[in-house]
């Protein structure tokens, strides 16, 4: 599976981005997908993933400011991220996995054997 990630770029404080992720190689169908961050200095951690039956699971960080979503026709996800603040600056990466995870494992970035390449988001003040 290659995932594509799109959608980064320059945001003032409170602006907002949509970045996208395409899928190909082999279908996902309704398997997870998700996003990780990473910052300058700092671990990559958890953003965002839809799961089992379409549920959402979200950083404590991200809830209510971000939005993942799935068009399972095309094999997309998304992520609407609005109220940025400069700490949301970081290279944004794409993930998935064939297999549903129980609800406390879909935090873990070994749980992902695909990643696409990240997309720059940064966030001024």
């Known amino acids: 599976v290659q995932l594509v990630e799109s959608g980064g770029g320059l945001v003032q404080a409170g602006g907002s981005l949509r970045l996208s992720c395409a899928a190909s190689?082999?279908?996902?169908?309704?398997?997870?997908m998700g996003w990780f961050r990473q910052a300058s200095g700092k671990e990559r951690e958890f953003v965002a993933v839809t799961g089992w039956g379409g549920a959402t699971h979200y950083a404590d960080s991200v809830e209510g400011r971000f939005t993942i979503s799935r068009d399972y026709a095309k094999d997309t996800a998304y992520l609407q991220m609005n109220s940025l603040k400069p700490e949301d600056t970081a290279v944004y990466y794409c993930v998935a996995r064939f297999g549903y995870l129980s609800s406390s494992d879909y935090y873990e970035k070994a749980q992902y054997p695909y990643w696409g390449q990240g997309t720059q988001v940064t966030v001024s003040s």
């Open positions: 190689g082999r279908t996902l169908s309704s398997y997870p």
